[in-house]
């Protein structure tokens, strides 16, 4: 009988070993562990502030660490068969009468905003440290909460759980923002936020559930080897672009974006910035280009027509800004505007452009916000009436800061740079005036971009309390030292990123759906 118990022990035990550490099951193993940790955060008592702390900074190295084995253990080969495409599959059923399976995966294009995921929570966490004072254990699990739901969102592989998440992620941002902003009109902008996503998102479902009338099944793996009419696909491209183009956002529909950085905090702004902005242009990349490929032609020159006047208009809004948080806000805008573009260009350069923009912005806008919030820590405010001279003052954070400018104008050397070339390559021969303006949009980046930085840098000292100011302590060199590390890192070394691009772009827009030779010459 104890012989019995024994081997019935060890087979049970031995399965779930091979299970968590069956290299397949990692992506699901990486979730699992996350969610764990966040009902283990909420035995902690509240009043241990350390303890609080430490768990979830842990927690969030700990996940970051798992991703990059997503990167170390990725396969970088082709591959003709669509249906495999993805690595690291796990398929889980939810509803048996309609079989719908909660499907995990990634490629190319998904890998690297998991791990920018991943890697940008811990530093949510560092930055506010101190800065978060009240609720600390809820904050902490409303930013850990968003890093399940976002990992969720860039590797679901069907269409109704893609859009669950989606929604979901809404639900701890509106807190996140309405609980510890910043300002009184904290509320206005969460519900601003919060409607204009809501609304657009309703559009996609009714896109979504059309499809699965139709094929009975939103499972991207089959769905990308469908060919719809050219009349459902233009119906469906609108429904969906809609949804994708305020996340991103696009001109009109960009008022939610600066009202909610600048009410929300530091992380909540890094997080905006960072990831939630990337799932508009990732859903756009995706489900829009990648399902209906002839609409997505034929509705290119309103894409082209709205990311130049969202460039344009958002850069010149940007100068005339006096929040610090609302001229990074406004930048942002523009700079998603770019990847818009390179998305539409439908060639190989402009979509591995794009992509390499979106990872890069993900850091150097993340950088901005968080020097933008060493500041408010220090001085209570972010109008830049008020700051001047800090040259004097904070010697190592103008340093930083200039770094990050410059890889704000896409420096030749940052990653930023790289992104934006690619993109004016896929473009060039695509169409010239739309080339032309996006370069003229460059020169407003820079333009805004060095107006700011020599404001808050090196105009005359507003106050002798500036002169106090301390210089970057060693939690805060230490966060900006990775941002720079990184950005610079991947501008001058941007094969480490694009050789994982290639074969994912070749599969999804030439075997499939335009000759390659065509796509090159576009």
Sequence with gaps: MMWELYIFFYKNLKTLWDFFFFIDNLLFVILLILILGIFLLLLIPASNLILLKSFALSLSLFIFCLSLFLWIFFINTNNDNFYFLFQFVSEFLWSDNFSIYYSLGIDGFSLFF??????????????????????????????????????????????????????????????????????????????????????????????ILFIFSQVNTTDIRFLITLDFDFTRQKILWLSFFLAFAIKVPMVPFHIWLPEAHVEAPTAGSVILAGLLLKMGTYGLLRFVITLFPDASFFFSPLVFTLSILAIIYTSCTTIRQIDLKKIIAYSSVAHMNFVTIGLFSLNIQGLAGSIFLMLSHGLVSSALFICIGFLYDRYKTRLISYYGGLVHSMPFFVFAFFLLILANVSFPGSSSFVGELLIILGILDHNFIVMFLTTFGIILGAIYSFWLFNRLCFKSVQSKFLLNFNDLSHREFFVIFFFNLLIWFFGIYPNSILKYLELPLYNFFSLRFFDYNLILNL
């Design 114 to 207: 998991i791990i920018l995921t991943t890697f940008l929570i811990p530093f949510c966490i560092l930055i506010s440290w101190y800065s978060i004072y009240y609720r600390v254990k809820e904050f902490l699990i409303c930013l850990l909460f968003i890093e399940f739901l976002l990992i969720n969102v860039f590797c679901s592989l069907n269409l109704i759980f893609f859009y669950i998440f989606f929604e979901i992620v809404l639900i701890p941002m509106f807190f996140l923002i309405g609980i510890w902003g910043s300002r009184q009109r904290k509320i206005h902008a969460v519900y601003l936020f919060f409607f204009y996503t809501l609304f657009g998102s309703l559009l996609m479902l009714l896109g």
